[in-house]
């Protein structure tokens, strides 16, 4: 019997699974670094995170959101013009609207809400300011 042929088809088969298996190694090891790049990079995230947590209590705190009126981004700007503190009639003409009670205790509502949210300070009884 001539045992050549199946040796030749071992050695064949032998160097197909060589192959594959060194493959695969090159894969795990390419695997392998891109891992330890992701975990490091998650090390950085999470240090950055601690980082930026631990200064949040410093950072000066941004503008509170306006109140979604177009009336409020138009008292801001007659607050941005005027020289002294306005009353609710004053603002009322600024926005152009007219001098009827309804307007005048709208505005003034709007006041109200802004200083609550800290953009004005009410200097004296029913004078509004911009907040310095």
């Known amino acids: 019997m001539n045992l050549q042929p199946l040796l030749d088809a071992l050695d064949l088969q032998e160097d197909a699974a060589r192959a594959l298996a060194d493959d695969l190694r090159a894969q795990i090891d390419d695997l392998q670094t891109r891992l330890r790049e992701a975990e490091t990079h998650l090390e950085h995230l999470a240090i950055t995170r601690k980082t930026v947590t631990g200064l949040a209590d410093r950072l000066p705190a941004g ?34 609207h007219e001098l009827l009670p ?24 029913g004078h509004f300011a911009r907040k310095q």
């Open 63 to 96: 503008p509170p959101d306006l109140p979604e009126h177009p009336d409020y981004p138009r008292i801001l700007a007659a607050f941005n013009h005027a020289a002294g503190p306005l009353r609710a009639k004053d603002v009322c003409e600024a926005l152009g």
């Open 102 to 125: 309804k307007n005048v205790e709208g505005t003034r509502a709007k006041l109200k809400r802004l200083v609550k949210l800290g953009i004005l300070t009410e200097a004296h009884t």
